[in-house]
Structure formats: C-alpha cells, structure tokens
C-alpha cells in the first residue's frame, strides 16, 4: 500500500460521516482501509459517478504491495498474493500459501482417479474450520496434446483450480480450448518459450507463472508480460531443492520480495511460485523424500512463497504443511475468541455430563468437535477467558474459581440437571477445591487432553 | 573442481570412493556443474549419488522400512459432469523482443549484533570437554547469508532426564533401553544421535516426582559429564520452590565446564539462580513466556542486577508447537531478533527453543483423529518427528540458534535442512525443470 497514514487516504472521502459503511466516520473508515480491513469501495458513495476518479486513485494508492491474481473460478477459485508487508507481526500475511498437488498424463485411469478423488477429498478440522486443499496442478508427461486435455478435463471435473505444466505451448493451448474458461494459471513462459505462452496468457485470458533462476531474467520476463497488457503473473524463480541450490533458492525468494515490498521494484511485486516437488529428483527412499519435500515446503510457507506444487500426499505431510500456512497466516491483530456461555452437544438431557473450557478458539473447537464426534450428550459451559487457552488462562488469572461461579449462574446450569456436578479441564485441576467451596457442587477433573474425554467418562461417569 | 566440466563418470566415480560417513563432512569446492542428457546418461545412478545426503537422514529414522507401504485410504466420488465450453479465437500481438532488464539485489545492514555465546570449556580453559559450542554472532536475520554471514549453524541439545520419564511411543523406544541411567541416555544421544550438546533435566528433584535432594540429583550432573565429552545444559525440574535451589547446587557441581543453566525466570528465585551460575562461570538461560517486554525485564536484571557478562546469557522465548501457539512463538522470537538487530542490545542474545514440546501436540502423538470428517492422519511414528522438525525449524527461521530436541530422526533431518540453508552442503541438483516430466514411482 503507497499510503501509510488515514489522513492520505480520507482526503479522497465524501467526508460527511455518514456511517452507512459501518464505521462512525469517515476517518475511522480511513483507518480501516490501512489496515485492509475493508475496501474503497465499501464507502457506497464511492461508487457514484462523480466519485469515479477519486476512487479510482484511491484504490491504486491502496492497492497491496504484492498484485493479488484470482486463479479458478466460481466458490473453490484461490486468490494468492497480495501482502504487504515483510514480517507478520507489521500487519498481518494475506492468502495463505496455496497448496497444489500433482498429477501426470502418463498415470493409469485407476490410479489417476484415485489421485484426484484423495485430493479433493482431504480435510483436516482446525480451529472451528475444515483446510482442504487448494488446487491441482497437472503436468505433461507424455507430450501428447490430447492426451494431456483429457487429463486436464479430469482434473477440472473436481472444480478445483489447476496449474497446467509444460513448457510447450501446443500441449496448453489444448487444454485451454477446453478448459480455458476455468482461468487455470499456467506454467510456464521462459526465455524460451515467451511469446508463445503470451500469446496464450492473452487469448484466453488466464494468469501465468514466469519462470527464471536467473532474477534479471525473471524481471525481464515481467516487464516484458506487463507491457503487453498481462498483468496476472506469477513468479517462479526455480525451486533447487538440495545443498547450495536450496540456500540460493532461498535468497532468490528473499531478494524477490525484498526487492518487491522494501526496495520500491513494482516490476516484480507479483506473488511467488515455489516447488518442492523437485525433491523427488533426488534419488532416495519414500520416506526420506517425504520428508525433504516437508520440510524445503515448511521454508517457504514460514518465507514468502504464495503458492507451491507438491508430490507427496502421504498424511504425515499433508498435515503440518496445511497447519503450518494457517498458523503463519493467521491475523495476529485478531483475537480468536468465540463467544462465552452454555452450549449443547448432540442431545443432552438432565443426566448429562457439564464440561467447563475457555473461549479460545483453538481450545473451543477442539474441545467441541472432539465432543461431538466421539457422539457425547453433554454441555460445554464456554467461560470468558478474553480468547486464552486453559493452561494460560489459569496461569494468568483469568479462568479463576469466581469466574467460572458466575458463568454457571448466569448460565442456570444448576436447573438443567439433577447431578450437580461440573467437569473441568485437567489442566485446570488447581481450581478444583477452591471450586466446590465457591459453588457447592461436586467438582470433577477430566483428562488433560480432550481427545481423551470419552475413555474417562467411561470410567467416571455417572458420578459417584 | 573449479572451471571445468565433469563427466558424469568422474563424478559417480568420485562418490563412490567416498561411504556415507565421510560424505558426509565432504566439501566440494565451487559449483559442480553437470550437463545432463537424459536420453543417454543414467541419471538415476547420478540422482543417488547426491542424494546419498539425504540417505543420511532418512538413515536416522528408525524403522524406515518396516513402516513403509502402508495402504493410503481413498475415497471414491462420483465424477461429476464437465461443461463443454466454447472458445473463440482472438486475434492477440506479442511484443516482438524481450525488454531486458537488471535485478537489483536489495542488501540490508543492521547496526546490532548478536552476542557470540561459547557453551562448555576444554581442558586450556579449565572444563573436561573435548569441544565447545558456539552460538548467536548474526549481524543479519537467519541464513540470510547475502546481507551478512551467520557465523554458526543452529545447534542440537538433545534432553536426557534424571528418571524415566513418559514420553511419546515414536520418541520412548528410542531411549527405552538407556532411560535408568543418565549417562547411558547422554552417551546414546551424542554417538547414536549426533546431539551437539546434552541437556540434563533434574526433573526427579520435583516435590511432586521423587523430591530427590539437590545434592543426591547432582550427581547425575556428574555422570553426564563424565559419560560425554560435548558441553551440557542443566536444567532443574520447572518447580519454582526448589528450582533455586538445585540449581544453585548444580552451578557448584559442575564448576569450570562453562554449562547453560536452565533456567531464571521470573517466576521463581531468579536471582539465587543467577548469582550462583555467575560465581561459577556458566551460562545463564534467560525463560520467559512469550512476551518481549519480560523478556526484556528479565535480560535487564540479569546485566544490572547480577551484572551477568554480556557473552554469557541466552534467552528462551517459549516455545510452542505446531498448531499450538506456533505463530505466537515465532512471531515473539522473530520480534525480538530484529530488535537486538537494530540495535537493542537488551535483546541482543541468542535464543534457545524448547522444541521438545511440539511433541505435546496431539497430531504428533495420538494413534488417530478424534475428531470426525478428519482425513487420515497416517502413522503417528512419522507424524511426531516431523512436528517437532517443523516447530524447530519454523523458529530456527525467526532467530533459533540453540534446539532442545528429541527425536533422533527428527535431530538428523532438522541438521540436514539447517546445513544446507547456511552453505554446507556443496552439492547441487542441476536441470531442475524435470521435475515437469517425472514419472514418480508410487
Ligand atoms: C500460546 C501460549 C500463550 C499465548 C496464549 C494465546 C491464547 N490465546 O491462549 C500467550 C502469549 C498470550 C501466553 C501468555 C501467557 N502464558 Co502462555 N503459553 C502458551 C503455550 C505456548 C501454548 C498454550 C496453548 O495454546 N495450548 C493449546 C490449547 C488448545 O490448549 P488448551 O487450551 O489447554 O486445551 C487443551 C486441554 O486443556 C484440553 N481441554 C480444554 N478444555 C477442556 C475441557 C475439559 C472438560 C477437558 C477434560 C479437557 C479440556 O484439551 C485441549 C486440547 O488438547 C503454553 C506452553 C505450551 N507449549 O503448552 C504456554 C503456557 C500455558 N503459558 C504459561 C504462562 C505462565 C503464561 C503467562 C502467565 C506468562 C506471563 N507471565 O505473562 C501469560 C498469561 C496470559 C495472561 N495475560 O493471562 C505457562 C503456564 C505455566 C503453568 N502451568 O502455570 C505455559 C505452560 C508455558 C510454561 N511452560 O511456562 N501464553
Ligand atoms: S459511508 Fe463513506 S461517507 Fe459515509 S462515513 Fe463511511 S466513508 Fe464516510
């Protein structure tokens, strides 16, 4: 963003503090436009025609550092780039890392199915969410136009975005005749191939990586697309995945957003293509492989890349690379807090069990989903902890004795059953006694992890 | 090997002269640059050769094989049906010639410096150890290696407790048969597993555990520094009441071998810690949960209050797993690397990162999800090693410099990738584009 302060930015505003965009002012409006939080265009007076100019500046003024490109269409499209920054804590990171998997046009039908459906299929819950993941990127094995169409209109069926992946550009012109209309981004135009793959990139109005280790080359290339009226690039600046290749991989990406966020390079403020699927170049076991392809992906998710393709879609891969970009892309301005009070999982009656856990949103919805999938009748009785887990919130005073007595309180939870007991999280057991005095009931301590609650009810529930 | 060329020949011929071992420290000067035919050349034999590297790693994870080819589930779904779209053809103009341009490489100087921290003595400065450990020294953020060189690789302590403790099933059946004895433990980690360092947790001292005395948990300070020649870090059991007390114990015990003493915290008798750790010419390690401004408190006390030396204080930020707090942890370390870089020298030390506690992340040690609609999380004896790489080396790219680790294949490829980030690795994968036309055998 080329503007730093509200100021800049309310001189372009009706100034009349209408509050019809939700914010009391116009400058408060100002201020949330610095912090990405809504968009010109959100103040509905901007949209009138006398406003068309004033907009249109404004919108360049505070347009992300990094050019924002749309890949796919309809709900399951993937917006990669746009930040702004160098480090999290700054403002925030913006479109996590998006994640593509391959398939290739020389795989048997049965297996490429089977390869399609696992990663259309994946889902793993994480605060209150399901990640899946993102995209397809289908590469050209057999150089074979129709076969590669054909394999490519699979891949599509999912409605997932796809890379289509060959330097040849008869290969993606049969496969953007048929699937043009999806924007798949495509890979790639090099100093070889340019004029072929614009001439594509053109026609049929997808996005394009541009790919170079060599970064002048690669500035070349940009340039080169953007003055041809191209202007939805991607950047892959070659993904070398051992020894001093991997180190200069590294300040390859570095030097790029660098370049692009601190040193004033526009021409190369385009989102970044890394591939660690070039470990499985190396000859080596499965699993030593797996890992390598982890951890040179871990690198990149932690700096700067905005989108990756990658080979292996065993589990233990999968994982933490889909909990690694939500974490780096979390929005450390936000506090994850869901709302306090009594909730009821599946159906509880008067005999049901009352478990006590904090309002963090990691907290809440691991302990809620681990509730409702282990088919618990039961109530969660969610205390105000100000967004901290439990551990912490005991820690530091916020999840105390007296607080979990008004909540219950204010709740009646005592009306809803005939137990008179609560449970708390073991990592709470301290408050127990202290507890019991306070509200009179019995006082139970869970397991400490909440996966584990259903083999303890099994063993303590009824209360004695 | 300098300008010129090799064939692949000599190159296969070269490292197969060489086993594992000594590839391992091997260093190959300038780039190696091999020009490939792929109709003609072998090029899997080549790909084998360098990835002997990364055999290493996999070496390191125990029972590779015997878990290997487990079924992956699928799901089937009904394929859905494609719209056929129409194109049209449009007439477009390219640009005829490539407008060249220059990449300026943008080059970052910060006026701070890291303070170099030497952990354990040798025999001319008064200890028993066979090497040191040095850590910190950076003038610029982690492996950026093109604003200024990082003087050291991150560094592994791996921990080894005073009784046997529960420990995750991947992690415990590697230290099984060594867990009664602290110097057995200590000795496997450092000849099996390539710990740079031994942390010793008197952990038995807790009033809670065994509520060992000071004196009688000590001697296992003694039996790891006699089991193991690397420098050690001494860690107490956490409790805030006897902490101080074993510790300040511990500092005497072990005079002259320059150890971390783990650790004041400002929840405890910091100063009793410290005081003692100074008298007897250790390192100090500075804990703080997650927040700068302790962390800053606490490093202001140690050098104004105590009058710690400079060179010997190293902080821990906490550390938080994957999943669990990871972005807290990271963003805590990161925040205050670059303070110390820009000239904060409060918070110009190296830290330290109990990376161990990524192994508290249910992903890592539960048999599967609880939670349903979750994928398959495949086998947890590969899940846990490779959260604790990834906590590890997440904060190894904020600032790390020193990582309490446990799992063995975890400690080998966590090294590997911190190696090759920092230069070490002078091997190179060329023709890189053919991973477009791979054909990965399943
Ligand atoms: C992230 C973190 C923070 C973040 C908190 C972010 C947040 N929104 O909560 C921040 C940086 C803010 C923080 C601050 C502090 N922290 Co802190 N923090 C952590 C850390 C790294 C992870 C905690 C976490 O999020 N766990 C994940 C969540 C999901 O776990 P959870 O809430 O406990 O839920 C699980 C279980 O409790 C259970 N469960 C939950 N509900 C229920 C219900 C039932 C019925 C059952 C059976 C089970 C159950 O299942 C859940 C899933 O497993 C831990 C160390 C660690 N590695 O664990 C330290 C830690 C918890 N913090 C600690 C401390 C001391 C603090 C501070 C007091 C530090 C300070 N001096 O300022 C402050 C307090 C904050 C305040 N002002 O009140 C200590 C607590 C020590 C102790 N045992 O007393 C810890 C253990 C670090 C340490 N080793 O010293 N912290
Ligand atoms: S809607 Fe527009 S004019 Fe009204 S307060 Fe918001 S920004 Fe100002």
């Not at chain 1, 709302?339 to 809440?364: C, H, K, M, Q, W």
């Not at chain 2, 091997?26 to 109709?39: A, F, N, R, S, Y």
């Not at chain 2, 090294?415 to 054909?439: S, V």
Request: charged share 25%; with cysteine; net charge negative.
């Amino acid at each position: 963003m080329k503007v730093k302060s509200p100021l800049e930015i309310y001189k372009y505003l009706p100034k009349t503090n209408c509050a019809e965009c939700g914010y009391d002012t116009c400058m408060s409006f100002a201020a949330n436009i610095i912090e990405r939080k809504v968009k010109p265009a959100d103040c509905p007076f901007m949209l009138e025609e006398k406003f068309k100019d004033k907009l249109m500046e404004l919108e360049d003024l505070t347009s992300p550092e990094i050019k924002e490109v749309v890949i796919g269409v309809g709900k399951n499209a993937v917006t990669i780039g746009g930040d702004d920054v160098l480090f999290r804590h700054d403002l925030t990171f913006f479109n996590p890392t998006a994640l593509a998997y391959d398939v290739w046009d020389t795989m048997p039908l049965d297996k490429l199915e089977e390869r399609i459906n696992t990663i259309k299929s994946y889902t793993k819950f994480y605060v209150g969410n399901f990640i899946n993941l993102d995209m397809i990127a289908v590469r050209c094995v057999s150089n074979d136009p129709l076969r590669f169409k054909e394999v490519a209109e699979k891949a599509a069926e999912t409605g997932l975005p796809l890379i289509l992946v060959s330097f040849s550009p008869e290969v993606l012109r049969a496969a953007l005749e048929s699937i043009g209309n999806k924007r798949p981004l495509i890979y790639a135009a090099t100093e070889e191939n340019w004029q072929e793959i614009a001439r594509l990139a053109k026609e049929f109005e997808v996005p394009v990586v541009l790919y170079s280790k060599d970064l002048a080359t690669l500035q070349s290339l940009a340039v080169t697309f953007s003055e041809m009226g191209i202007q939805d690039l991607v950047l892959d600046p070659g993904t070398e995945p051992v020894g001093k290749g991997l180190q200069e991989t590294f300040k390859r990406v570095i030097q790029l957003r660098r370049a692009a966020i601190e040193g004033g390079n526009k021409k190369v403020a385009y989102p970044i293509m890394v591939v660690p699927m070039t470990a499985w170049l190396i000859e080596s076991d499965k699993l030593s492989t797996t890992y390598w392809e982890t951890v040179v992906a871990s690198v990149f998710i932690v700096k700067y890349a905005d989108i990756m393709i990658l080979h292996s879609l065993e589990p233990y891969e999968v994982m933490p690379l889909v909990i690694l970009k939500t974490n780096i892309y979390t929005d450390p301005r936000k506090p994850v807090a869901v709302e306090g009070g009594l909730r009821t999982i599946n159906s509880p009656d008067e005999n049901s069990p009352v478990f006590i856990t904090t309002n963090f949103a990691l907290t809440y919805y691991t302990v809620e989903s681990d509730l409702v999938s282990a088919g618990v009748d039961c109530y969660l009785l969610v205390i105000d902890t100000e967004g901290l887990g439990v551990e912490v919130s005991v820690a530091g005073g916020k999840l105390t004795a007296s607080v979990i007595k008004e909540t219950i309180e204010k709740e009646k939870v005592t009306e809803k059953i005939n137990h008179n007991s609560i449970i708390l999280p073991g990592l709470a057991a301290r408050l127990q006694g202290e507890l019991e005095m306070e509200t009179g009931m019995k006082v139970l301590v869970g397991p400490v992890d909440s996966g584990r609650i259903p083999g303890w009810l099994e063993e303590n529930w009824p209360p004695k | 090997m300098g300008e010129e060329k090799n064939s692949i020949q000599d190159l296969l011929e070269f490292f197969r002269k060489l086993n594992v071992k000594e590839l391992h420290n091997v260093e190959i000067e300038g780039d190696i640059e091999i020009e490939v035919d792929l109709q003609q050349t072998p090029i899997f034999e080549l790909m084998r050769a360098i990835g002997y590297e990364l055999g290493m790693a996999g070496y390191h994870l125990m029972n590779a094989s015997k878990m290997l080819g487990y079924p992956v589930e699928v799901f089937f779904q009904p394929p859905q049906v494609a719209e056929v779209p129409v194109q049209v053809e449009k007439e477009v103009s390219v640009l005829s010639e490539l407008i060249r341009e220059k990449f300026e490489e943008p080059k970052v100087e910060y006026p701070g410096v890291i303070e170099e921290i030497v952990i354990g003595a040798t025999k001319a400065d008064g200890g028993t150890r066979s090497n040191v450990v040095k850590v910190g020294g950076e003038k610029s953020l982690p492996f950026y290696y093109f604003d200024a060189l990082m003087p050291n690789t991150p560094k592994v302590t791996i921990d080894v407790f005073d009784m046997p403790i529960t420990l995750a099933k991947a992690v415990r059946e590697h230290y099984q048969d060594v867990m009664e004895d602290p110097g057995d433990w200590a000795k496997k980690a450092v000849k099996e597993y390539n710990a740079d360092m031994i942390t010793i947790h008197l952990i038995s001292t807790d009033p809670l555990l065994k509520d060992t005395s000071a004196k009688e948990a000590c001697k296992a300070v003694e039996d790891v520094l006699q089991a193991v020649k690397v420098p050690i870090v001494i860690g107490g059991s956490g409790n805030p009441e006897k902490d101080p007390e074993v510790l300040e114990r511990a500092a005497e015990v072990a005079e002259g071998e320059r150890c971390l003493i783990a650790s004041a915290s400002l929840n405890m008798d910091w100063e009793r810690i410290a005081k003692a750790a100074k008298e007897h010419g250790h390192v100090i390690l500075s804990w703080t949960q997650m927040d700068i401004n302790n962390q800053k408190t606490l490093n202001r006390y140690l050098l104004n209050k105590i009058g710690y030396p400079r060179d010997s204080i190293i902080m821990d930020p906490t550390t938080a797993a994957l999943g669990y707090g990871l972005d807290y942890a990271y963003t805590n370390m990161e925040r205050i690397r670059l303070s110390g870089l820009k000239g904060d020298k409060d918070l110009a030390f190296p830290m330290s990162s109990g990376t161990t506690n990524a192994w508290g992340a249910r992903e890592a040690w539960m048999t599967g999800s609880p939670i349903e609609g979750d994928s398959d999380w495949g086998p947890r004896e590969y899940r846990g090693p490779i959260w604790e790489v990834i906590t590890g080396l997440t904060l190894a790219l904020a600032g790390g410099d020193l990582f309490m680790m446990m799992h063995p294949g975890a400690v080998a490829v966590f090294k590997e990738i911190c190696q090759a980030l920092y230069g070490e690795k002078d091997i190179r994968l060329d023709n890189i584009e053919q991973w477009i036309t791979l054909e990965v055998e399943e």
